[in-house]
């Protein structure tokens, strides 16, 4: 690495964020030829040929909108994609929320730095988190320490990178469309198997004694603000830890004990069901045990807590059919045409399950997990593989970047 040098960005590229267009003013819109990129079109996409919305020539000249050039690095600055990146495969405008990086020296090839950029994603959202949600400042973007070799380095890491990454991508999407399979094969099951009780079906409050206090929602997100999260304290149960039949327990944030009893009234204690009510796929449903060791804390406010009443009902039984493609269809029928799929609390309370004696509740439930646990176990491996072929994508990046690839 004797040729390398380290290098802040600005000092080798023009950093400028996009702007937005005033939405009620038609001649920025109507009829506008020119591609306008929101943040959430960047996807580690090294070639962005495809938006959704347009402006015009009008907009451009009069507002705080610019037109990069095809070939622009462009970095998402903030919000639910903070950190995304991208390469304009054409001239296209952004909005204010995606910051383009251009080479102002030609110092540098774009997809060697899309490619550092990919390795520090995670440092750069540590650094840049602040408030409610990641906001990486263009100040900060500026002073990235980039370590920069001769161009012909450079050429020849990106074009070792695409080789591996391309295999390393094809067996990725191989793994996914087998995980996707093994779903589609335990939905199956689970359907049959729920279909059939069809005739018993009550509504999902009456597995409660007090449905009001057994089965809850997380607070408004007014109420639980990232900037309320503290390094320890107790969970908070998130969209992210909650799969079908598995908790994850990952990435798990905190909340004081005074915060947790502000929000007892959306708490949760070791052996309650929880479920997602927001994203696609929905519904997704596990038992949640000791998360790190502790009994109890708080869902989020997608989650919905729910306490059975375990003299009359089996959990496993009740996990299982939230999980089915039975129970997922009726979720479906009330998210019909919404882009971001979300169901309410009193439309889940009121979602039809088939209540059998408990007893044959177990029975259901030993016949259902028999048959589960094979695909589980399979899916299980197909998991780990993706995340170590993820993992091994993070490991050449770093191998590159320390001039040993």
Same mark, same amino acid.
């Given at each position: 690495?004797?040729?390398?040098?380290?290098?802040?960005?600005?000092?080798?590229?023009? $950093?400028?964020?996009?702007?937005?267009?005033?939405?009620?003013?038609?001649?920025?819109?109507?009829?506008?030829?020119?591609?306008?990129?929101?943040?959430?079109?960047?996807?580690?996409?090294?070639?962005?040929?495809?938006?959704?919305?347009?402006?015009?020539?009008?907009?451009?000249?009069?507002?705080?909108?610019?037109?990069?050039?095809?070939?622009?690095?462009?970095?998402?600055?903030?919000?639910?994609?903070?950190?995304?990146?991208?390469?304009?495969?054409?001239?296209?405008? $952004?909005?204010?929320?995606?910051?383009?990086?251009?080479?102002?020296?030609?110092?540098?090839?774009?997809?060697?730095?899309?490619?550092?950029?990919?390795?520090?994603?995670?440092?750069?959202?540590?650094?840049?988190?602040?408030?409610?949600?990641?906001?990486?400042?263009?100040?900060?973007?500026?002073?990235?320490?980039?370590?920069?070799?001769?161009?012909?380095?450079?050429?020849?890491?990106?074009?070792?990178?695409?080789?591996?990454?391309?295999?390393?991508?094809?067996?990725?999407?191989?793994?996914?469309?087998?995980?996707?399979?093994?779903?589609?094969?335990?939905?199956?099951?689970?359907?049959?198997?729920?279909?059939?009780?069809?005739?018993?079906?009550?509504?999902?409050?009456?597995?409660?004694?007090?449905?009001?206090?057994?089965?809850?929602?997380?607070?408004?997100?007014?109420?639980?603000?990232?900037?309320?999260?503290?390094?320890?304290?107790?969970?908070?149960?998130?969209?992210?830890?909650?799969?079908?039949?598995?908790?994850?327990?990952?990435?798990?944030?905190?909340?004081?004990?005074?915060?947790?009893?502000?929000?007892?009234?959306?708490?949760?204690?070791?052996?309650?069901?929880?479920?997602?009510?927001?994203?696609?796929?929905?519904?997704?449903?596990?038992?949640?045990?000791?998360?790190?060791?502790?009994?109890?804390?708080?869902?989020?406010?997608?989650?919905?807590?729910?306490?059975?009443?375990?003299?009359?009902?089996?959990?496993?039984?009740?996990?299982?059919?939230?999980?089915?493609?039975?129970?997922?269809?009726?979720?479906?029928?009330? $998210?019909?045409?919404?882009?971001?799929?979300?169901?309410?609390?009193?439309?889940?309370?009121?979602?039809?399950?088939?209540?059998?004696?408990?007893?044959?509740?177990?029975?259901?439930?030993?016949?259902?997990?028999?048959?589960?646990?094979?695909?589980?176990?399979?899916?299980?491996?197909?998991?780990?593989?993706?995340?170590?072929?993820?993992?091994?994508?993070?490991?050449?990046?770093?191998?590159?970047?320390?001039?040993?690839?």
């Amino acid at each position: 690495m004797s040729k390398w040098k380290e290098v802040k960005l600005g000092e080798i590229a023009f $950093t400028k964020s996009g702007g937005t267009p005033k939405r009620g003013f038609k001649a920025y819109w109507d009829n506008g030829s020119i591609p306008w990129l929101k943040s959430g079109e960047l996807n580690d996409n090294k070639s962005i040929t495809e938006n959704s919305e347009f402006i015009t020539e009008e907009a451009i000249q009069n507002s705080s909108a610019k037109l990069f050039p095809k070939g622009s690095l462009l970095l998402a600055m903030y919000g639910a994609t903070a950190g995304k990146l991208g390469i304009l495969g054409k001239e296209a405008a $952004t909005n204010q929320a995606v910051c383009s990086i251009q080479n102002k020296k030609g110092l540098f090839i774009e997809e060697f730095i899309f490619n550092y950029l990919l390795l520090i994603r995670e440092d750069i959202i540590r650094d840049s988190f602040g408030g409610a949600q990641p906001n990486i400042s263009k100040s900060y973007i500026d002073n990235i320490k980039i370590p920069l070799p001769p161009l012909e380095e450079q050429q020849r890491i990106v074009a070792k990178l695409d080789g591996l990454f391309e295999k390393i991508d094809k067996a990725i999407s191989l793994l996914e469309e087998n995980i996707e399979h093994t779903h589609a094969l335990m939905g199956s099951v689970l359907d049959e198997e729920f279909g059939r009780l069809e005739k018993f079906n009550k509504p999902l409050m009456s597995f409660c004694k007090n449905p009001k206090k057994d089965m809850v929602g997380g607070p408004f997100g007014s109420n639980l603000k990232a900037s309320e999260y503290v390094h320890q304290g107790y969970p908070i149960i998130r969209l992210q830890n909650v799969d079908r039949f598995n908790f994850k327990e990952k990435n798990i944030k905190f909340v004081t004990e005074e915060k947790a009893e502000f929000l007892s009234s959306h708490s949760y204690v070791s052996g309650d069901i929880v479920m997602t009510k927001l994203g696609d796929p929905l519904g997704k449903c596990c038992l949640v045990e000791d998360v790190l060791g502790i009994n109890r804390g708080v869902i989020s406010s997608d989650i919905i807590r729910i306490r059975i009443d375990e003299s009359k009902h089996y959990k496993p039984y009740v996990v299982a059919g939230i999980n089915s493609e039975y129970f997922i269809k009726q979720l479906k029928s009330k $998210t019909q045409g919404s882009t971001r799929p979300r169901v309410t609390l009193k439309e889940v309370r009121a979602m039809q399950l088939p209540m059998l004696k408990r007893k044959d509740q177990l029975i259901a439930a030993e016949r259902i997990d028999g048959i589960l646990r094979i695909q589980l176990d399979i899916l299980e491996a197909q998991t780990q593989k993706v995340d170590h072929l993820k993992s091994l994508k993070s490991s050449l990046l770093d191998q590159a970047f320390k001039g040993e690839l």
